[in-house]
């Protein structure tokens, strides 16, 4: 149980673009979302915390012109990158937590974002 | 603040080799303790747990326990395989904000 999908794994668009990574939780219903951005051998940065049916809280330093997160569903939460740069290259994981903990979260397997 | 500190890799180690990776954290309150492990090409799984004081998580013969006074929580394993390879995060919760602050990550190499 406790399955999170995302789609794409790997997606390469043109500097300029706009491109959205979907969330899934597959069984379970997630109140709370979470997109976090790891560069390459390094840690997980947060980026926002997204609520069912709320707007999204970005921390510090992100732009959430940029990265528009949506939480449409307590099964759906998606990232878009709006007009992506090659410095928006980066692998994206999303997480969900499940209603019945306080602060255990399911990882997706990740999005490789590589903009030309 | 809340942060957390990890001993810094890259592990290098021999198969049956006896494991400890350091996990120290500041945080207001006593949070939830969690080690996640990523696998080669892979998404972070949960490879275990401790929500109190005194509390030990065990998991694929991995344990780690909540020791409050020195704030730790590190993570051990008595005999790692090959399959233990790997970047392992330690990740206190931040009480009242129901996120997670992830360690740095420690990159763990098991040789044959």
């Known amino acids: 149980g406790a399955v999170v999908s995302q789609h794409p794994s790997w997606v390469i668009c043109k500097s300029g673009t706009s491109v959205k990574i979907e969330c899934r939780s597959l069984?379970?219903?997630?109140?709370?979302m979470f997109w976090y951005r790891q560069f390459p051998k390094q840690s997980l940065m947060l980026m926002a915390t997204?609520?069912?049916?709320?707007?999204?809280?970005?921390e510090q330093g992100v732009e959430k012109d940029k990265f528009l997160i949506n939480h449409a569903s307590l099964t759906l939460s998606t990232l878009t990158v709006t007009s992506a740069h090659p410095e928006d290259s980066s692998f994206y994981i999303c997480?969900?937590?499940?209603?019945?903990?306080?602060?255990?979260?399911?990882f997706g397997p990740g999005t490789r974002l590589t903009v030309t | 603040g809340n942060s957390v500190t990890q001993m810094e890799g890259p592990v290098t180690l021999s198969e049956e080799a006896f494991l400890t990776i350091n996990c120290t954290y500041t945080?207001?309150?006593?949070?939830?303790l969690f080690w996640y492990v990523q696998y080669p090409g892979e998404g972070l799984q949960l490879l275990l747990k401790?929500?109190?004081?005194?509390d030990k998580g065990s998991n694929k013969g991995f344990e780690a326990t909540y020791r409050k006074e020195t704030t730790s929580f590190h993570l051990e394993k008595g005999s790692v395989q090959v399959s233990d390879s790997a970047v392992y995060f330690c990740?206190?919760?931040?009480?009242?904000?129901?996120?997670?602050?992830f360690g740095q990550g420690t990159r763990l190499t098991i040789n044959p």
């Open positions: 990740a206190p919760g931040i009480q009242g904000a129901q996120k997670l602050v």
């Open positions: 401790a929500t109190k004081a005194d």
């Open positions: 945080a207001t309150g006593y949070p939830s």
């Open positions: 997204s609520n069912e049916g709320s707007k999204a809280t970005y």
């Open positions: 997480s969900a937590r499940d209603q019945g903990y306080s602060y255990e979260q399911y």
């Open positions: 069984d379970f219903q997630a109140t709370t």
